[in-house]
């Protein structure tokens, strides 16, 4: 059995008398690709935000690679290789695209504090950014500034942007928001391409991706975790489906 | 590069040079720098209005020549004046450089002039280092030295047997040379000494702890608009009556206006009054008033007086400016008319002159006052600082 | 070459011929105009690293000016007036108070930072004026230019000229490679999306502290430069409106720019000398002036430039 | 005798603080609402005095000085909203910061093309002069009693309008939410101006207050602006309890300070080293106040947001 990458118990978290995340309790795998749906509202950003380090939790602990995270910063969690991409897309809009992921690189290449040499010139940074940019589709757009990319290949970038970091889990979050159809595809097909190599925490509203990607899936109703399981246990699972797919079973 | 920025770059450049005029050294050239915009301006307005006024006097021709005067602003700031000192020097190529209101930009402006060997005629500020070990035989003043006011004020209150009194001014270089230069020459006990922030807007938590040591006397020093807001203030506070203020350099012609009965009875000393009986002083009162509609400042009065100075200076040379040994020993002769009266200069060129006890009194109208010489303080007083000058003539 | 390039080296070759052509005119004044230009170029290039590069809006930058400054006033004050050590003591102390008012203001953000930046060049010059041993508001004479030994001899205007040239030179080298370089990239990254820069790994905190030294320590040597040209130091080198025309400078040559400062700088001290000279009331026409070139002309001078570039 | 004195200072500075809340309140929710930093804010503070003080002067009436002084610095406001910074609220701090720096620069001049440079005194009309003893020993200048009064009683209003109607109900929300309230279909533009104008009306009431016992003249309102940005980092930006503590607090330090400082400190070390230390001190007191506040709450002692 693969060992537990990350292990979330009784993570609770409220906003005056809204509870976002209410007690939930979640593993992933070493290799897995994570699910985790829910109607809006259940919680899902808030609770990546509160495994980025980008919120603290107000009660729960959170286990990373064996190591008890909770207390981290956010940046110190993604030294550790935990990454998460953004809902709404977060990018430098105002670097090129190359410079977007090169920086990603930087960030795990050693300290910054390097005043002279140009890092445009670092083959070091340049190389494996350049890599990344290919694998994800956008080598012949490196040089384009992120503002003038279109949305989807903003999205692409912003995974990218994550991949760069070398993570041990991605967490991503609703990475196909926003896209069309044809701009959807691709990056399912990328997805698909990644698993298996990298552990993926994945919140997702585009059920195909979500059952085409994942091994298991978490779901999330307001605040808790009502099911866990293989994409054909959670069809069949009836809470599910009176909670979340509601009309379907009425 | 393209068109556009270029042509911004060398327009500016080109107007920056062109605006020097051509060179014709015919003529006397003399860079008045005072302070023309800002708060201080009011001051600078008024020495400009007396340097026109003694141009009118002299025909527009100061020792005979045709002159030009090219003012300048400091805007009160010493490195501001340091560079339109350098800008009469060099671009203008002044004969004479004067004017000058506030001791650090005189301390920044001075040796730049001197150093450059123009003559230069202070027409108010006094620090004491220039009348010591940084006096210069190009720099003569028309003034006093910053300490010689308060002497005269400490001196007149030991004479009338005044003791606790409480001293304040603000808390920068001249506040604390004014009060130094007050307890020289005051010998009765101190009740207090407070130093207030430059520019603080409200006295009132100075008022009550002044009030609350009960002193026989106060004595202040608030130059411009710190002194209309202090003596408002303490009128206010309905101590008027009770503690009488004397002052230096607080209540002139330009704040009693603005004060009116709040001055009434308040005492200064100074040099110059616009009551002082003599022809010259007359002549530039009434003047004045004709052709400004208001009585002028000491100020105005130094900056008239450094004009005419250098008019004995060129005529005692015949108009021949290269001749600076010559203007230089015929300044030291103070010989013109003065509106302050005959004075003579010291071995350091600071004058040796009267100080005169003035009060505020009801003028035209209560609402009005006016200054009036009481009596003289000193008689011919020389700064304490001029042993400390090695100049010898 | 782009143009912004080109610009700034003709600007800087421009700098160059002024001591000949001041010369050929009989007007050694424009020596000192141009060297008063240069040495604010020079703050206005260490602002921008701080406020163009790294999006932090110190409203106190004068301060840096005010302690450059006086660290070769105190010191020739006790008659010290070797030159390597009194520039020495110019940067390393503003380095130490960029650290001190940076430790606590680059925490902040915002208009906090704006404020509490503020605040303290309040304090220092609130210091400044009452510090009686160094002259206080009536400021400290500087008896002697820094002196450099056989080497150097800054009372020679012409000389001192060039120093002042090739410290803007170098400074603006400097600054570019700073940032473009793996810590300038950092820097950038951090203003331009704080929450992303956090989420690849870097605390910007620190990188951020560092630039802020590094602007308040390049601003010291200005001070240094500029106590050197007036020969005299006052409180009102840290005054806040003095801040505020150093921010002026940045934004009117073009923020984030190597070529912005310089000519920021060039245009508004050379404006301000053409205005005054024309108008006691110049305020009123600069200040509109501002206002427009902020509603209007945002990204200043080496902006219309980078329009040029699109067009043409 | 000494609690009597640190009565009247007591007093002295909460008159001192009400003056800063006047400022501060406009600043704070032009700040909360808007997001604009208003550097000129001062000088609406400057026109209020002036008008005031000229209306005085040529109509001989205090009360159509003070009605004159009100109404010229909220109708002066709201053109300055419209004209300058209407486009001003999308952009970011450092174009507020410069563009009202130059409006400053602007008002300063054509204070001093209109008036001239020349300090303008008012005197206190003949009913608010006199003293009134509020504790045996204790003359207390009446007009600044009622500059207290005046100040408290507006912070009262203020309270109530924020918290008990509906336009009080669109600021606080403003100040949390704009889409929001642009989503609930109230003009924005429209309570944008009303805000400004509002501010700017009480930044005046406050140069009013100030021209009888100030010096009005030009630059007179930077000076009360720091201090006044001073109060509104300590309260926390956007909220007016916050302004109104951090006035009382800064008021409160720096009136003590300057009165107790220096004694105190003599008693400590001597009194020639508090001589000059005192002073210097006192005027860095609020500068420090506000760095310890920050270093221990970055968003300020009522604030809720960070930036």
């Known amino acids: 059995m693969a060992e537990t990458l990350l292990l979330v118990t009784e993570l609770r978290k409220t906003f005056g008398a809204l509870r976002a995340t209410d007690g939930i309790t979640l593993d992933v795998l070493a290799g897995e690709t994570h699910a985790i749906i829910g109607p809006n509202g259940a919680g899902k950003t808030t609770l990546i935000a509160q495994l980025a380090g980008m919120l603290r939790p107000d009660s729960g602990r959170i286990r990373f690679a064996g190591e008890d995270i909770t207390p981290l910063s956010a940046q110190a969690r993604s030294r550790r290789g935990l990454a998460r991409s953004f809902q709404i897309t977060s990018i430098y809009r105002d670097f090129t695209a190359l410079d977007n992921v090169a920086l990603a690189v930087q960030a795990h290449a050693g300290h910054s504090f390097r005043f002279w040499r140009p890092a445009h010139e670092e083959r070091a940074l340049r190389q494996p950014a350049q890599a990344i940019l290919n694998e994800v589709g956008l080598a012949a757009r490196a040089d384009v500034l992120a503002a003038n990319l279109a949305h989807g290949e903003q999205r692409q970038l912003e995974v990218a942007m994550v991949l760069a970091t070398g993570p041990r889990l991605l967490l991503l979050d609703e990475p196909v928001a926003g896209m069309g159809a044809e701009e959807t595809q691709r990056m399912i097909e990328f997805l698909a391409r990644l698993k298996g190599r990298q552990t993926m925490l994945l919140v997702e509203h585009d059920m195909d991706a979500v059952f085409s990607l994942a091994d298991r899936i978490s779901v999330l109703v307001y605040g808790r975790v009502i099911a866990t399981g293989t994409p054909a246990e959670i069809r069949a699972n009836a809470d599910v489906r009176a909670a979340y797919l509601g009309e379907e079973v009425a | 590069m393209r068109a556009t920025t270029r042509v911004v770059l060398a327009g500016l450049l080109a107007a920056s040079f062109a605006s020097a005029p051509a060179m014709a050294q015919q003529k006397l050239k003399i860079g008045f720098i005072t302070t023309l915009s800002g708060p201080g301006g009011i001051i600078g307005e008024h020495m400009k209005n007396s340097v026109e006024l003694a141009l009118d006097h002299l025909d527009r021709k100061v020792g005979g020549l045709a002159t030009e005067v090219i003012y300048g602003d400091d805007q009160q700031k010493a490195d501001v004046g340091k560079q339109v000192a350098d800008e009469m020097l060099k671009k203008h190529q002044v004969n004479f450089v004067s004017g000058i209101i506030w001791s650090h930009v005189m301390l920044a402006v001075a040796p730049t002039v001197t150093s450059a060997s123009t003559l230069m005629i202070g027409t108010n500020a006094g620090p004491h280092q220039l009348a010591g070990e940084l006096c210069n035989e190009n720099f003569f003043t028309t003034s006093w030295q910053n300490d010689q006011t308060p002497e005269a004020m400490g001196k007149y209150m030991s004479d009338e047997g005044l003791n606790d009194v409480y001293l304040m001014a603000p808390n920068y270089a001249a506040g604390k040379d004014m009060l130094t230069g007050f307890k020289r020459t005051f010998k009765g006990r101190i009740a207090g000494e407070v130093y207030t922030t430059v520019n603080q807007p409200d006295y009132q938590a100075e008022i009550a702890q002044l009030r609350a040591k009960n002193p026989k006397a106060l004595m202040v020093f608030y130059p411009g608009g710190m002194g209309i807001q202090f003596l408002k203030q303490y009128s206010q506070a309905g101590l008027r009556g009770q503690i009488p203020v004397y002052s230096v350099f607080t209540v002139d012609e330009i704040s009693l206006p603005a004060l009116q009965h709040a001055a009434l009875g308040q005492f200064e000393t100074r040099i110059w009054s616009p009551d002082l009986k003599n022809p010259a002083n007359q002549k530039y009162v009434d003047g004045y008033q004709k052709k400004f509609g208001k009585l002028p400042p000491f100020y105005g009065a130094q900056s008239y007086d450094g004009i005419m100075l250098i008019d004995s200076a060129v005529r005692a040379v015949k108009g021949n400016l290269a001749d600076k040994k010559g203007m230089i020993a015929a300044m030291r002769k103070a010989n013109f008319h003065s509106v302050r009266g005959k004075y003579t200069y010291n071995h350091n060129h600071f004058p040796v002159q009267n100080f005169y006890l003035l009060k505020a009194v009801a003028g035209a109208s209560v609402s009005q006052p006016v200054m009036e010489i009481q009596k003289t303080v000193f008689a011919n007083h020389k700064d304490s600082y001029s042993q400390d000058c090695k100049m010898k003539w | 070459m782009k143009r912004g390039t080109t610009l700034l080296i003709g600007t800087l070759l421009l700098f160059a011929a002024i001591p000949p052509i001041a010369g050929w005119l009989n007007e050694p004044f424009y020596l000192d105009l141009f060297r008063r230009v240069m040495i604010f170029a020079i703050a206005a290039a260490s602002l921008n690293l701080i406020l163009g590069y790294g999006g932090m809006v110190s409203f106190g930058h ?98 001192f000229y060039y120093v002042v040239l090739a410290i803007l030179v170098l400074v603006v080298f400097a600054i570019h490679r700073l940032v473009n370089s793996r810590f300038g990239m950092v820097i950038r990254a951090a203003r331009s999306n704080e929450a992303r820069t956090q989420a690849i790994g870097f605390s910007p905190y620190p990188y951020r502290l560092a630039a802020f030294v590094i602007s308040g320590a390049i601003c010291g040597l200005a001070g240094a430069l500029l106590a050197n040209h007036t020969s005299f130091l006052t409180p009102d080198f840290m005054h806040w409106t003095r801040s505020g025309e150093i921010m002026f400078m940045v934004i009117l040559g073009g923020i984030a720019t190597s070529a912005g400062p310089v000519l920021g700088a060039s245009v508004l001290l050379l404006l301000e000398d053409l205005l005054s000279a024309w108008t006691v009331h110049w305020q009123i026409i600069l200040g509109p002036f501002l206002v427009l070139v902020v509603l209007f002309a945002r990204k200043g001078l080496a902006g219309l430039l980078a329009r040029d570039e699109r067009h043409g | ?215 009005v003249q030009t630059g007179m309102g930077e000076l009360i602006l720091i201090q006044v940005f001073v109060v509104i980092v300590i309260g926390g930006i956007g909220s007016i309890r916050g302004a109104f503590a951090g006035a009382v607090i800064v008021g409160m330090v720096d009136t003590m300070g300057r009165a107790f400082l220096k004694p105190t400190l003599a008693t400590v070390i001597s009194p020639s080293a508090a001589d000059s230390a005192g002073p210097a001190l006192a005027s860095m007191l609020i500068y420090l106040l506000m760095a310890v506040v920050l270093a221990i709450r970055p968003q300020g002692l009522f604030g809720s947001r960070g930036g």
Not at chain 4, 63 to 77: C, E, H, P, R, S
Not at chain 4, 105 to 119: C, P, Q, T, Y
Not at chain 4, 120 to 147: A, C, D, M
Request: proline share 1%; no cysteine; glycine share 12%.
């Open chain 3, 62 to 159: 004068a301060a840096y000016l005010g302690v450059g400054g006086y660290a070769v006033g105190i010191l020739a004050h006790y008659g010290i007036d070797n030159g390597y050590l009194q520039w020495a003591v110019a940067i390393g102390a503003s380095a130490v108070v960029a650290l001190a008012i940076g430790s606590i203001s680059v925490r902040t953000s915002g208009i906090y930072f704006i404020m509490i930046t503020l605040a303290f060049t309040q304090m220092l010059y609130y210091l400044g004026v009452s510090i009686e041993e160094f002259g206080g508001d009536d400021g400290l004479r500087l008896a002697r230019r820094s002196q450099f030994g056989d080497l150097l001899d800054l009372a020679n205007p012409t000389l």
């Open chain 4, 1 to 215: 005798m000494n609690a009597i004195l640190i009565v009247e200072q007591a007093l002295n500075g909460l008159q001192l603080g009400v003056m800063l809340f006047l400022m501060a309140a406009g600043l704070t929710l032009v700040f909360g609402i808007m997001n604009l930093v208003n550097l000129a804010h001062g000088s609406l503070y400057m026109v209020g005095a002036y008008l005031a003080t000229h209306f005085m002067q040529t109509t001989g009436s205090y009360a159509l000085g003070v009605l004159f002084g009100l109404g010229g610095t909220l109708v002066v406001g709201i053109l300055v909203e419209v004209i300058a910074l209407r486009t001003l609220y999308e952009r970011d701090h450092l174009d507020q910061v410069l563009a009202t720096f130059g409006l400053i620069l602007f008002f300063n001049e054509l204070v001093a093309i209109l008036w001239g440079r020349n300090a303008i005194y008012s005197s206190l009309p003949q009913f608010l002069s006199g003293h009134v003893e509020i504790l045996p020993n204790l003359n207390y200048s009446l007009y600044r009693l009622v500059i207290i009064a005046v100040g408290l009683l507006v912070a009262g209003l203020l309270w109530y309008v924020v918290t008990h109607t509906r336009l009080g109900m669109l600021i606080r929300a403003g100040a949390s939410n704009r889409t929001m309230v642009a989503a609930l279909g109230v003009n924005i533009r429209l309570l944008y101006t009303l805000v400004f104008g509002f501010g700017a009306a009480l930044a005046g009431l406050a140069g009013l207050l100030a021209a009888p016992i100030f010096a």
